[in-house]
């Protein structure tokens, strides 16, 4: 059994940083994707980010592109948002979530989900 645990979100001003963590627990990772879901406020959760457990492309949501960054410590089983140049509109819940397989950008297709984090971006 996969369990996914977020943490690092916060209150920020527009511009700033903020750095999240997804810590893992549970089984080899190896054939495993990790993505980072988010819901903003009257929309859909949507991809932000992913990539393999293992290594490899990591893939963004044009809206992040440039400003978000995926990376990882596979000693730690954990995968990390760093998150530069935030927006009002960056605000909502982040999710860290989890299958076996390819990475996809449908939330349905994710078999394993964290708790979530909060990130607000004041103006």
């Known amino acids: 059994q996969v369990q996914l645990v977020e943490s690092g979100g916060g209150l920020v001003q527009a511009g700033g940083s903020l750095s999240l963590s997804c810590v893992a627990s549970?089984?080899?990772?190896?054939?495993?994707?990790v993505a980072w879901f988010r819901q903003t406020p009257g929309k859909e959760r949507e991809f932000v980010a992913g990539?393999?457990?293992?290594?490899?492309?990591?893939y963004y949501a044009e809206s992040v592109k440039g400003r978000f960054t995926v990376s990882r410590d596979n000693r730690e089983n954990t995968v990390y948002l760093q998150m530069n140049s935030l927006k009002p509109e960056d605000t909502g819940v982040y999710y860290c979530?989890?299958?076996?397989?390819?990475?996809?950008?449908?939330?349905?297709?994710?078999?394993?989900w964290g708790q979530g984090t909060q990130v607000t971006v004041s103006s």
């Open positions: 549970g089984p080899t990772f190896s054939n495993y994707v």
């Open positions: 979530a989890s299958r076996i397989g390819v990475l996809l950008p449908n939330l349905g297709e994710y078999n394993y």
């Open positions: 990539r393999r457990w293992s290594g490899g492309s990591i």
